[in-house]
């Protein structure tokens, strides 16, 4: 009975995605649709399997299905108490924004995500399987979203970014599970269509979906919106104005860089580097896994940071390294390096690169990775949660690389 829910739960939903307006006017063949949705289910089901065999005392996705349960019960039994619990803290505060653990604001994330399995265990039945495949059909939106994007600049350039937006083996595997990965993922494609849209012309719809992607992102990773709402602001500026970006983000970045070094010498509670640093400590509570590396300890000091700056660079930007890491990873390590090489071929082609690439574009997207992978590695101390967190933002940072290799000739796909 299981397998023919299975079947008919991912027959409905990739019927249900090819009769929406906005998935048809991809223009993707239904029989490549079709593949790159089935991935995603395999995908979901791999790496539920995974989890349930050789990490049950403490995965976060059956966690998160098993608090669907438990929310099902709360919406079924009391409905009315099962919306307020939203705005109750069990802190007694509202503080700590940016804890990444014991505040109001980091369970929110987790209430949110389980009030939305609530409603899809109303058909599921809290099977996590089933779950994954409607999570699933929704996360096919954001990759969508991308290469729908993507077109809107680079209308000859569907190869690569039907690679970039369906293909990546980390960001297909990371954002299949029933985790706020998945949600973040969609929610960042749909936020990055409407602002690339919104660069080109004025349309309610699209200011509407914006304001509300970004809102979800701000609730669930809220550091994450912190950096992408005023770049994504900025390049609908520059774009709208045309601009000079690279004078554009570059003087902005300048700003907000004196700023935050000058914010803590009058004596403000807000200081981006105790945030930071508090993040930190927050994550060091966690458990660590089996690929735990150590961290150099911050604290809100600018002098600090810079003296750890080496490190975090390094754990952001190039773990894991092929030649040391878990077996468990060696694939995404693999990966890496060879985005890696693909960058290196695109500096060493630079001015014929640069010249094909919306240039506005190129540094929205690489200014978002850089701050958000530079964070990571300032803060993380678990290789696969490295790999985990810059899966999701991957698209952006290759689909550049993968449009320098003018696929179109080269390629068939």
Same mark, same amino acid.
């Given at each position: 009975m299981f397998y023919f829910l299975l079947l008919l739960f991912t027959a409905t939903g990739f019927l249900i995605l090819l009769k929406l307006p906005f998935v048809k006017r991809s223009g993707i063949p239904v029989s490549e649709m079709g593949i790159f949705f089935l991935l995603r289910i395999i995908s979901g089901i791999i790496l539920g399997w995974i989890t349930l065999n050789f990490y049950p005392g403490g995965n976060d996705y059956w966690g998160l299905n098993e608090q669907g349960i438990n929310e099902h019960h709360f919406l079924v039994h009391d409905p009315v108490g099962f919306f307020k619990d939203l705005f109750h803290s069990n802190y007694g505060n509202y503080s700590g924004l940016f804890g990444a653990v014991g505040t109001y604001w980091n369970d929110l994330k987790n209430i949110l995500l389980g009030k939305f399995l609530a409603f899809c265990n109303i058909l599921t039945n809290g099977n996590y399987y089933l779950n994954s495949v409607i999570w699933n059909t929704l996360g096919m939106l954001g990759s969508v979203a991308y290469y729908r994007g993507w077109l809107i600049l680079h209308p000859q350039s569907k190869k690569a970014a039907k690679l970039a937006a369906f293909l990546i083996p980390s960001t297909i595997y990371f954002s299949s599970g029933?985790?706020?990965?998945?949600?973040?993922?969609?929610?960042?494609?749909?936020?990055?269509?409407?602002?690339?849209?919104?660069?080109?012309?004025?349309?309610?719809?699209?200011?509407?979906?914006?304001?509300? /992607?970004?809102?979800?992102?701000?609730?669930?990773?809220?550091?994450?919106?912190?950096?992408?709402?005023?770049?994504?602001?900025?390049?609908?500026?520059?774009?709208?104005?045309?601009?000079?970006?690279?004078?554009?983000?570059?003087?902005?970045?300048?700003?907000?860089?004196?700023?935050?070094?000058?914010?803590?010498?009058?004596?403000?509670?807000? #200081?981006?580097?105790?945030?930071?640093?508090?993040?930190?400590?927050?994550?060091?509570?966690?458990?660590?896994?089996?690929?735990?590396?150590?961290?150099?300890?911050?604290?809100?000091?600018?002098?600090?940071?810079?003296?750890?700056?080496?490190?975090?660079?390094?754990?952001?930007?190039?773990?894991?390294?092929?030649?040391?890491?878990?077996? #468990?990873?060696?694939?995404? /390590?693999?990966?890496?390096?060879?985005?890696?090489?693909?960058?290196?071929?695109?500096?060493?082609?630079?001015?014929?690169?640069?010249?094909?690439?919306?240039?506005?574009?190129?540094?929205?997207?690489?200014?978002?990775?850089?701050?958000?992978?530079?964070?990571?590695?300032?803060?993380?101390?678990?290789?696969?949660?490295?790999?985990?967190?810059?899966?999701?933002?991957?698209?952006?940072?290759?689909?550049?690389?993968?449009?320098?290799?003018?696929?179109?000739?080269?390629?068939?796909?």
């Open positions: 029933i985790h706020k990965d998945l949600i973040i993922f969609t929610l960042l494609g749909i936020f990055f269509f409407c602002m690339v849209n919104l660069g080109e012309r004025t349309r309610r719809k699209y200011i509407g979906f914006l304001v509300l /992607s970004g809102l979800l992102i701000f609730l669930i990773r809220n550091y994450l919106s912190v950096v992408l709402i005023p770049l994504g602001i900025l390049y609908i500026i520059i774009k709208r104005r045309k601009l000079n970006p690279g004078w554009v983000y570059g003087s902005s970045v300048f700003l907000v860089i004196l700023l935050l070094l000058l914010l803590p010498l009058s004596g403000p509670k807000f #200081s981006i580097f105790r945030i930071i640093a508090e993040r930190q400590e927050d994550f060091s509570e966690l458990k660590a896994g089996g690929s735990a590396i150590h961290k150099p300890k911050l604290s809100a000091k600018p002098a600090v940071f810079l003296e750890t700056l080496p490190s975090a660079l390094k754990d952001g930007f190039l773990e894991p390294l092929v030649w040391n890491q878990p077996v #468990s990873i060696m694939g995404f /390590s693999i990966e890496w390096m060879i985005i890696w090489v693909l960058f290196i071929f695109f500096l060493i082609r630079w001015k014929n690169t640069v010249s094909g690439s919306d240039p506005t574009l190129l540094i929205f997207s690489w200014l978002l990775c850089f701050t958000l992978f530079l964070i990571t590695g300032f803060i993380v101390n678990n290789l696969a949660a490295i790999v985990r967190y810059r899966s999701i933002f991957l698209p952006l940072l290759t689909f550049p690389l993968l449009n320098n290799l003018n696929l179109q000739k080269h390629i068939k796909l």
